[in-house]
Every structure is written in structure tokens, then in C-alpha cells.
């Protein structure tokens, strides 16, 4: 089982920024792509970024040039470095982890819990 823990969310001033983190507990032979989504209340999960396991970043356009994806050099962390907040970024932010790979020993989906970000005005 791949578990993964996001931390780093916290109430912020517009125009602020925040570091969001992804722990994930991955098996060490099997790749990995990771993710970030937001969800507010009463919208659709919303995707973010990704950096797969060659070190491939992409962005919604919504973040684009204020979010900034980046992993660790063992490929099991990773963070958001979020600036210039706005309101409407106040979400729960999920980590997603996915090994895509026809390995039934590494294939698979994994969600943290969340973390919350809110930007207040």
C-alpha cells in the first residue's frame, strides 16, 4: 500500500505565498508520476500540476507562472511552491500519485487526505 500525506496548507493574505508538500511512502523499484489537484467547496476536483518520474512538469493555466512543481532527487516528495494567492485558490489541496506501468506490482492510484489553503482579501 502507497500512502501519502500532503502538509504545508495554511490561511494566507492575497498575495502571499505558501510551500505545499507531498510525502509518499512509493515501493523504491517502481515509478512514479505525482500531482496536484484543489477542490473548493461545492466544485469539482480541480488538476494543478504534475511531474512524472523523468522530472515532465505541467501546469493548468490557472497557475501557470505563479505555482511551481518540484521533486526530490529519491522522486518520492514532492512540492508546490504557490505565489501570488489569490482568493480564489482557497481549496483542500490533494496530492495524487499514480505508477503508470503495466508492473501489476507498482500499478496504481493513490490520495492524501488534503490540506487547506485559504486566501483570504
Known amino acids: 500500500q502507497v500512502t501519502v500525506a500532503e502538509s504545508g496548507g495554511d490561511s494566507v493574505q492575497a498575495g502571499g505565498s505558501l510551500r505545499l508538500s507531498c510525502a509518499a511512502s512509493t515501493h523504491p523499484l517502481c515509478p512514479y508520476d505525482m500531482s496536484w489537484y484543489r477542490q473548493a467547496p461545492g466544485k469539482e476536483r480541480e488538476f494543478m500540476s504534475t511531474i512524472d518520474n523523468n522530472g515532465r512538469t505541467s501546469y493548468a493555466t490557472s497557475v501557470k507562472g505563479r505555482f511551481t512543481i518540484s521533486r526530490d532527487s529519491a522522486k518520492r516528495t514532492v512540492a508546490l511552491q504557490m505565489n501570488n494567492l489569490r482568493p480564489e485558490d482557497t481549496a483542500k489541496y490533494y496530492c495524487?500519485?499514480?505508477?503508470?506501468?503495466?508492473?501489476?506490482?507498482?500499478?496504481?492510484?493513490?490520495w492524501g487526505q488534503g490540506t487547506q489553503v485559504t486566501v483570504s482579501s
Open positions: 495524487k500519485v499514480v505508477s503508470p506501468t503495466k508492473n501489476l506490482a507498482c500499478k496504481g492510484t493513490w
